[in-house]
């Protein structure tokens, strides 16, 4: 992968993080997007995957995978409920382990979190 790519997915996959009560985490919907996913349905399937990967080694999946429920706006300016997903970094490590590994998006992201969720694990411990 060349380094310009690499520096644009990094800068990409920071700004998508959010941060609450100084835990990282990034939403579904737009980690969908970050590993070039267009079907929910498609992802969703990946997201299953990791979280029986997180209740096999041992972990509790809502300390990783939280529902949520987030207002969307419509065309016509109005809101309604969409479902989401918290996801920790470990989350999405899970899932980007369990995704399609023909997507660049994807072996840049089993990396990227990888990396992250070492560096969180150092701090901790």
């Known amino acids: 992968m060349e380094k310009e790519v690499i520096q644009k997915l990094n800068k990409t996959f920071e700004e998508a993080a959010y941060e ?18 267009t079907d929910w349905r498609n992802f969703l399937n990946t997201v299953e995957k990791a979280k029986l990967s997180c209740e096999t080694i041992g972990q509790q999946v809502i300390d990783h995978f939280v529902d949520v429920s987030k207002m969307a706006k419509l065309g016509s300016g109005s809101e309604r409920p969409v479902e989401d997903i918290m996801l920790t970094r470990f989350a999405c490590y899970l899932i980007a382990q369990n995704g399609d590994t023909k997507k660049v998006q994807i072996a840049f992201a089993q990396s990227y ?7 969180q694990e150092m701090l901790y411990s």
């Open 20 to 37: 609450q009560e100084g835990i990282g985490y990034w939403l579904a919907s737009k980690l969908k997007i970050l590993l070039g996913y």
């Open 113 to 119: 979190f990888a990396i992250q969720t070492r560096k």
